[in-house]
């Protein structure tokens, strides 16, 4: 039996027991080979851009005698899998700017899922608006942490309905600060220190220093705080 990292053990608790999962960006297969020992799923489609990730995979898999339930796919994000194909869609491991470019190549198979899980490891707003702009639905989150760095985890599924998120939900995740776990705290703390040392070396500047950019990127910071000091405020009040 795999045992999976934390981050890939929040991701695969996410996952509803299912008939297919499509793994895009597989890695070694460990998830696959999880949800399939575990009877989470009966079939996979492990999908990766590159050979190599995808032939570790295969042999990891075939060490579980797992072959004849998965089919590997040497595939561009989603470009290998048909519209209702995958139940759920795994895209995790990568940035939110890839991510977003990888739904968006094939939005309808992204629509098609009963529910795609995201873990993206940068540009979190922005995945978040896009989701949210293209009719996508919240139904979980969490946060993980790996190798010092604090991941969101997220769990969609398309709804066809606008949702309205406020610049905090956006940037924490609105089902994060709902729950207000440790981590949330440990995150906050840390965004505070790295934004308000930032914001002290620019506001030491003088004169023909302090250009257009430089107050542009003062006030991106101020709020910034501003939105941590939001979220704290909601965690207060949700912990009496």
Not at 42 to 56: F, T
Not at 82 to 106: F, P, S, T, Y
């Amino acid at each position: 039996m795999i045992k999976l990292s934390p981050r890939l053990q929040i991701i695969y608790d996410m996952v509803p027991k299912c008939e297919t999962v499509a793994d895009v960006g597989c890695d070694h297969g460990y998830l696959t080979i999880s949800l399939l020992e575990n009877h989470i799923v009966n079939k996979a489609i492990a999908m990766d851009v590159n050979k190599g990730p995808l032939e570790s995979a295969k042999v990891n898999v075939g060490q579980a005698n797992l072959l004849d339930q998965v089919s590997f796919r040497l595939s561009d994000g989603l470009a290998k899998l048909d519209e209702a194909e995958a139940d759920v869609i795994c895209i995790c491991g990568m940035g939110g700017a890839l991510i977003k470019r990888i739904l968006d190549a094939r939005l309808m198979v992204a629509k098609s899922a009963k529910a795609l899980i995201l873990e993206p490891q940068s540009e979190y707003k922005a995945l978040r608006e896009y989701l949210v702009d293209n009719g996508f639905q919240f139904l979980d989150e969490s946060l993980c942490t790996e190798e010092g760095k604090i991941y969101p985890i997220m769990k969609v599924t398309f709804s066809g309905e606008h949702t309205e998120l406020s610049d905090a939900e956006l940037e924490y995740g609105p089902i994060i600060i709902e729950k207000s776990p440790d981590l949330l705290q440990s995150l906050l703390e840390k965004n505070k220190r790295e934004y308000t040392s930032i914001l002290n070396k620019l506001e030491s500047l003088q004169g023909e220093e302090v250009t257009d950019p430089i107050q542009h990127r003062k006030a991106i910071l101020l709020n910034e705080l501003e939105l941590i000091k939001q979220v704290e405020l909601k965690r207060r009040k949700s912990h009496g």
